[in-house]
């Protein structure tokens, strides 16, 4: 080995060969390249001229350094060079490699392994036997493992196949094997430690030293895994609690909430403070999102550790109490529900009603305070749910011990028992300890929960089965029965402070989240059978089906201690199944800094080393090939000239160029690197034209009617009325537009002209709604009958327009309507008019009859054909004679379409009365 | 029937083929037309002349009535000397001939065609009797015999060798050898000794790519000939390029001395140059030969 700087040469004796370059340099240069071939016709003439001198033509010079160069790649490539040699291991014998494969090294695994690999590399180039260990034990294994001694290849394939384990190592099993390792002499001893403290790590390095020298390699604190604990459920959020090794420096994680085919629920951001090795994150979701989270995780994170399966237990139970009589919010502390709702919030979604509202939606729990008979369609309800699977759960009260139904577990004798009222000797009694049958087992009773009052039951042989608990005297005070799927549970006394303190006590509360937790769910586990592996987890984090080995959780197992039998993950069935997180048990992370002294250090990172020769043999070979191509060109064979030969070399070279390997490990991709929900960007349709030429300009619109003259006139009535305002008024209008109440979309107008024809058709029932929307918004829309006739009031009369008219708006939120009154704001609020004529005069014209209302009224209803009136045609002349006539009607006609439009656009603040005085004084009053 | 389904098929392939050559040669013949006029003599033919007094002796039916009726005199009207030769025209056709040393230039070949294309062009103008040379075609005159012409030069024929067959032809016929003359100079001198033992007049026309005079190659290169001749290696084509051009000289000389011994013509055309000019001298050529 011979190494220059960052680059050794594994065969450096071949780098002799380099000296033979400038002879080669001169055999090139005397060679003379092959003749071009050429077709020549007048070759008759060149016959003879062979007596010329016959010194050959030269090889150019830059083909000669382009061959020496070849020559040079090879010479090299032979003598096996390397970047960044990794250099002799120290130490001399064996080489001891100790892996810590727990799930901490499930990090950055692949620099693991190939740091891993280096090592092995380097044994291999020393020709030095390697023993491999293993701190963690394989699935089903207890002891962890040490083998060797190994050759070069064993030991690589056993390295290729190390995979990290869901659980955490074992160091002093490894103490163990490393002892029984078969090592004579001095040895050198490689630990890759997964950066984690334990108390057998402090041995265990001391014992890899006496074999002669220990490195240790370890990435720093900062780069150790994040690992998140079980949730915790607060006020009916979830709280994951994450922590870190090192508490410097603030850090921003995220959380994500999976559900159970994987989708992402939720995402919420972890802060680790600095200073702080905790950071929590709440969850604060609708219950039937949050019973759908099935695993929450820390994001790009890739161990196990910050992986925690949820079950039935982090489920939020809704818990619905049937409450007929309303909450009285006067008096909450004699309220039955009051008490029940206190308890079962914190852990529970609560909801209220009647019971059949109840059972719509999915619900675990039905809590009765103190019904006594149950309607009837309401009892069959809650049976048929008790018998799929619910749970119901009864309180006694004055209205059951006056005479129940029979959706009781046990018969109650009527009346109730009183305990230590003003009448009776004797004293409330507390309740006796639970017994081992009962779901209330182990939760401790305390002594100053007191029963005064209780309903009775009626004895029978199976009284005490269906017991949960007793008072100290042996009365039942809880019973229940199970009934087909469900269970129905009684409370033998009230579910407030009336008859028993019981409400009052936090025994109250731990019962009814056991009975909470019997519902659905937990309810099918309680069997005695064990628990069978359903979905594991890997070290990474990722589910998969449970590799041979993996025991069964017993009974209860929910406690268990994740390891090499019970690897986290899934286990039950389908219906019922539990979660065993391996953060659940874990210690407190500590950093592994409590080494010997004497011990080396390195780290994962770090240049890896890169054997050049395959780059230079590629070099090599492709600047042969654009040799050969170059050969061809000048001896013309190839169809270019030398311009392109060169530009060829360069791109030869250019290409020969090694790029940096490119490296890219198995990260798993992240919800966040994930394409979100791509918007698709409609494509402009008709509705999109039609808006955004309505919506860039004012203009006045009308709606079309079908009658294609009527409609010219229309158009050429609002086009002389546009160009009236333009020239009188600030309104700027461009072109009117016609509008199909069908299609188009209305709201850009601030004023719609509606001529009636008796023929119209009548609107659709959306176009209706779309109007009813435009009036409601703020439009306004003028009817025109055009039929010169007065408009009555009553049903029937009017002329054709008229009655086609009412045809028209039945649907249309049409305001109380009424003649234009002499103060209205139309008739000031631009000229002062008090009629309206158009080609007709004398119309009454009706507006929305509303006193002192600031809107603009949405109808206005006339006959006095006003389009016919403004029409102008292209020449500027009026296209229809006003009747009775003459040119004060026009203007007059002109002016109430000037008025409209302030009307319409500007609303009417001219009613204000501030502007009384100033008319009043045009007025000359 | 299928005799004439093929010859129809064949001549519907032949015009597809002739227009780009035909227009070109026309194009080049309508340039020179413009620049030479008839024989500016008066003589038997049908292009009018001039108008002249009459002098006694003129045959009666000379006369021109109708100028005579305009004025005093009497005028008799003569026509233009319009004498038909007959001229065989040949354009080498060997491989050498297909070569150029550029992608730009056009083969010596297509120059060749067009030359004598254009040329018989111009000769059927004048009425002249135009034949090609190798085909046994009488030489006649008028359109069809343009056209049969043209087929005649494009028919896909290889000749072997660089020169023409020797054939009988009449007396004080004129040939025209377009090629690139390349053949050594003994043979040529015999070929044309041949042609001139009959009083056939003659005129060379030499098509070179100007690869061929000026030998622009450099380094080592194995020349191989279009004919079937051995090929040569050259160890440094730029250091013999004055002996070549040398020798090219010589051979072009030796062949102007020929022409010039027999009687004949000779010129130059390198495929690098309009054809035009070249077209132009052997036009004169000829008009000066017919004219004498």
């Known amino acids: 080995m011979l190494a220059l700087g960052p680059i050794a040469f594994a065969s450096p004796w071949i780098l002799l060969a380099l000296a033979l370059l400038p002879i080669l340099w001169r055999i090139l240069r005397v060679i003379p390249p092959a003749p071009r071939q050429l077709r ?65 090294a499930a990090r950055d695994w692949p620099q693991r392994q190939r740091t891993l690999a280096d090592l092995v590399d380097r044994a291999e180039r020393d020709q030095r036997p390697v023993f491999l260990v293993t701190t963690s034990a394989q699935t089903g294994e207890t002891p962890a493992r040490a083998t060797g001694p190994l050759r070069a290849a064993e030991a690589r394939g056993a390295a290729q196949a190390l995979l990290p384990k869901p659980w955490g190592t074992n160091r002093k099993a490894t103490l163990a094997a490393v002892e029984r390792l078969p090592i004579q002499g001095s040895a050198h001893a490689m630990w890759l430690a997964d950066g984690l403290d334990d108390p057998d790590a402090k041995a265990l ?71 702080e090795n905790r950071a929590t994150s709440r969850f604060n979701l609708p219950t039937e999102l949050r019973n759908d989270i099935a695993r929450l995780d820390i994001e ?181 029965e199970k009934r087909g799927q469900g269970w129905l549970i009684l409370v033998h006394t009230t579910s407030n402070a009336e008859w028993s303190n019981l409400a009052l006590s936090g025994l109250f509360v731990e019962m009814l989240q056991r009975i909470v937790g019997l519902s659905r769910g937990i309810a099918g586990s309680s069997g005695d059978a064990a628990l069978p592996p359903l979905e594991t987890l890997d070290a990474f984090g990722r589910r998969s089906a449970p590799p041979p080995g993996v025991l069964s959780l017993p009974r209860g197992g929910v406690d268990a201690t994740v390891g090499p039998h019970v690897p986290p993950g899934y286990y039950g069935n389908d219906l019922a199944r539990v979660a065993l997180n391996m953060s659940s048990d874990l210690k407190a992370l500590a950093p592994l800094d409590r080494l010997p002294s004497g011990v080396l250090h390195g780290a994962y990172v770090g240049a890896r080393e890169v054997d050049l020769r395959p780059w230079l043999m590629t070099a090599a070979l492709l600047i042969g090939l654009a040799d050969v191509l170059i050969g061809l060109a000048l001896r013309g064979l190839l169809p270019i000239g030398q311009g392109a030969a060169a530009a060829m070399l360069a791109l030869a070279v250019f290409v020969a160029v090694p790029r940096a390997e490119a490296q890219s490990f198995g990260q798993t991709p992240s919800f966040s690197q994930m394409p979100r929900a791509q918007v698709q960007r409609a494509p402009t349709s008709g509705a999109d034209a039609f808006a955004m030429s309505a919506a860039l300009q004012n203009k ?20 002389g009325l546009a160009g009236v305002l333009v020239r009188r008024t600030s309104v700027e209008l461009i072109e009117p537009m016609a509008v199909d109440i069908e299609a188009d979309e209305l709201a850009f107008f ?114 006095n054909d006003w389009a016919g009136a403004w029409a102008v045609g292209p020449n500027g002349r009026p296209l229809f004679a006003v009747v009775p ?14 008025n409209l439009m302030m009307y319409a656009l500007t609303g009417n603040y001219k009613a204000d009365q501030v502007h009384v005085p100033a008319i009043l004084e045009r007025l000359g009053q | 029937m299928a005799v004439t389904e093929r010859l129809q098929h064949r001549a519907e392939q032949l015009a597809a083929a002739l227009p780009p050559l035909l227009v070109a040669s026309e194009r080049v013949a309508a ?40 004025t005093q005199a009497v005028f008799v009207r003569e026509t233009e000397w319009e004498a038909a030769q007959s001229i065989w025209l040949w354009r080498d056709a060997s491989p050498s001939m297909h070569y150029r040393s550029r992608k730009d230039l056009q083969d010596k070949s297509e120059h060749a065609d067009m030359l004598v294309l254009a040329l018989a062009s111009l000769l059927i103008a004048a009425g002249e009797n135009v034949a090609l040379l190798g085909t046994g075609h009488l030489p006649t005159s008028g359109r069809m015999a343009y056209n049969r012409f043209c087929h005649a030069v494009l028919a896909e024929v290889t000749e072997t060798e660089g020169l023409p067959a020797i054939e009988l032809l009449p007396r004080h016929g004129h040939v025209v050898w377009v090629g690139d003359l390349l053949a050594p100079l003994d043979d040529i001198k015999a070929r044309m000794a041949a042609y001139v033992s009959r009083g056939v007049h003659g005129h060379l026309v ?67 140059r309009p054809p035009q000019t070249a077209l132009l001298a052997l036009y004169m050529a000829l008009a000066r030969i017919a004219g004498s």
């Not at chain 1, 350094?65 to 250099?87: K, Y």
């Not at chain 1, 079309?704 to 050429?716: F, K, P």
């Open chain 1, 750 to 863: 601030p004023l719609i002209y509606w001529p009636i024809t008796p023929e119209q058709p009548l609107p659709s029932s959306q176009a209706i709604g779309r109007l009813n929307i435009y009036l409601r918004n703020g439009g306004t829309i003028l009817f025109d009958t055009r039929d010169q006739a007065d408009i009555p009031t009553e049903v029937g009369g009017g002329g054709p327009g008229a009655q086609r008219l009412r045809q028209l708006v039945r649907g249309l939120e049409v305001p109380p309507l009424a003649p234009v009154p002499p103060d209205h704001v139309l008739t000031k609020a631009f000229y002062l008019l008090q009629d309206f004529p158009g080609r007709f005069a004398g119309g009454t014209v009706w507006v929305e009859r509303r006193e002192g209302s600031s809107e603009v009224s949405p109808v206005i209803i006339g006959s």
């Open chain 2, 31 to 70: 340039t020179i037309a413009q620049g030479v006029h008839g024989r500016r003599r008066v003589g038997l033919g049908e292009t009018f002349w001039q108008f002249r007094r009459y002098q006694p002796g003129d045959p009666v039916r000379m006369i021109d009535w109708r100028q005579s009726a305009k």
């Open chain 1, 300 to 480: 790009d994170e890739t161990t196990t550790g910050a992986v925690v399966l949820l079950d039935e237990r982090w489920r939020r139970r809704p818990v619905g109490i049937v409450s007929t009589t309303g909450f009285d919010a006067s008096q909450p502390l004699l309220d039955a529900h009051h008490y029940l709702d206190r308890a079962l919030s914190p852990f529970s979604e609560v909801r209220r009603g009647g019971a059949t509202d109840l059972l719509k939606r999915e619900l675990a729990v039905l809590a009765l305070p103190d019904v006594g008979q149950m309607a009837p369609n309401d009892r069959d309800a809650v049976d048929s749910w008790l018998k799929d699977g619910g749970v119901v759960l009864r309180f006694a009260g004055p209205l059951l011990a006056g005479g129940g139904d029979d959706l009781v577990p046990v018969r109650l004798r009527r009346g109730d028992r009183a305990l230590g009222g003003a009448l009776s000797w004797a004293k409330p009694l507390p309740l006796a300890q639970f017994d081992p049958g009962s779901p209330f087992h182990g939760l401790s009773v305390p002594p100053d929960v007191l029963v005064s009052r209780q309903v009775l039951a009626e004895p029978a042989l199976d009284l005490g089965d269906k017991t949960w608990a007793r008072l100290v005297d042996g009365t039942p005070i809880v019973t229940a």
């Open chain 2, 206 to 272: 030499q098509v070179l790519d100007p690869a061929e005079e000026t030998l622009p190659f450099k380094g080592r290169i194995r020349f191989q000939g279009l004919e079937g001749e051995a090929p040569t290696l050259i160890g440094r084509t730029d250091t013999v390029r004055e002996e070549y051009a040398e020798r090219m000289t010589t051979h072009q000389a030796g062949l102007k001395d020929l022409a010039r011994i027999f009687g004949w013509s000779y010129a130059v055309h390198r495929t690098d």
């Open chain 1, 700 to 719: 006045l619109a009308f709606v079309r009617t079908g009658n294609a003259q009527l409609d010219e006139v229309s158009r050429a009535g609002l086009q």
């Open chain 1, 40 to 104: 020549f016709p007048a070759i008759r003439l060149l016959y003879d001229l062979r007596q010329q001198e016959q010194t050959p033509a030269k090889t150019p010079w830059w083909l000669i350094l382009l061959r020496v160069i070849l020559a040079t790649l090879i010479i090299l490539g032979l003598a096996h060079p390397l970047l960044n040699p990794s250099g002799r291991l120290p130490g001399s014998g064996p080489m001891v490699v100790v892996v810590d494969d727990g799930w901490a």
């Open chain 1, 885 to 898: 006539g003459g040119k004060p009607q026009r203007e007059m006609a002109f002016r109430f379409g000037v």
């Open chain 1, 205 to 275: 390095a001391e014992r890899l030293q006496r074999f002669g020298s220990l490195t240790v390699i370890q990435d720093g604190p900062r780069a150790l895994p994040r690992v998140l604990r079980p949730p915790e459920r607060r006020a009916g959020d979830l709280v994951a609690v994450a922590e870190r090794v090192d508490p410097s420096g603030e850090e921003r994680r995220w959380v994500r909430a999976l559900g159970t085919d994987g989708r992402l629920i939720a995402r919420e951001p972890l802060v680790f403070a600095d200073g």
